[in-house]
């Protein structure tokens, strides 16, 4: 998209100089680009530029400036165009087993993923995996979205993995986000063996596997405990 920039060299009162010829200096600073030969000398008072939109939503400010002159500035507002996508994202992104809360933001967005601030569409949010709505179900939850967002918290399950949440709305693709649900304070070892029966020949071999866990079994994955194996009855630690 394209705004028209027009800088009007004026005296104290705001009146157009009409046999001014100054050259203008515009320079931008925000979203968007200039378009057209730059200075520019003004033509009856007046020099104009062509300020472009980029892809992103937001606010710039061209200022025209000239030599001796004070400068003036003109703000164009870049904004979101049709809406085609729900654009899903999860705060904070990993929670601990049982206790964590995540809240998942669905906005409703053009192509280039800008917020369509005027929508209200109905966002049903499905969840799948080791977590739960704030209220410890599961069914699908529709919420309206409010200036173009709609949210909803999730909690996790005591199950460490990952909680996957899709936020559908008619007519616009559907965004997705996940959330990792990560072990609690380590509080325990668990101890396994593959396999669980040996031949009594002097040379088969079982795996002792030591886990070092939560209070729901989960592996606490960043431990480094130091682990003293010892063994009792028919066997010996190799």
Not at 98 to 116: E, F, K, L, M, P
Not at 230 to 235: A, D, F, N, W
Request: hydrophobic share 35%; glycine share 10%; proline share 2%.
């Amino acid at each position: 998209s394209i705004s028209t920039i027009t800088a009007t060299i004026s005296d104290e009162f705001g009146n157009r100089i009409t046999d001014a010829t100054n050259s203008i200096t515009f320079t931008i600073n925000g979203v968007g680009t200039l378009d057209g030969t730059n200075p520019v000398n003004a033509v009856n008072g007046v020099a104009t530029i062509k300020m472009k939109s980029t892809t992103l939503a937001g606010g710039a400010t061209v200022q025209a400036s000239a030599s001796g002159l004070s400068s003036g500035n003109a703000f164009v507002n870049t904004v979101a165009g049709e809406k085609v996508k729900v654009v899903c994202s999860a705060e904070p992104v990993s929670v601990t087993a049982d206790v964590g809360i995540s809240t998942i933001t669905a906005r409703i967005a053009d192509q280039y993923g800008n917020t369509v601030e005027d929508a209200t569409d109905l966002v049903t949010f499905s969840i799948t995996g080791e977590g739960t709505w704030k209220d410890g179900k599961t069914d699908n939850r529709d919420v309206n979205a409010v200036g173009g967002i709609a949210t909803i918290a999730l909690k996790s399950t005591t199950q460490a993995g990952t909680i996957t949440v899709t936020a559908t709305a008619t007519g616009l693709t559907q965004g997705t986000t996940q959330v990792m649900t990560v072990a609690g304070p380590k509080t325990q070892i668990i101890n396994s063996a593959e396999p669980t029966s040996i031949k009594a020949n002097g040379v088969s071999i079982s795996t002792i596997t030591a886990k070092i866990a939560d209070q729901y079994g989960n592996t606490v994955t960043d431990a480094t405990d130091m682990i003293t194996f010892i063994v009792e009855g028919e066997g010996t630690l190799e």
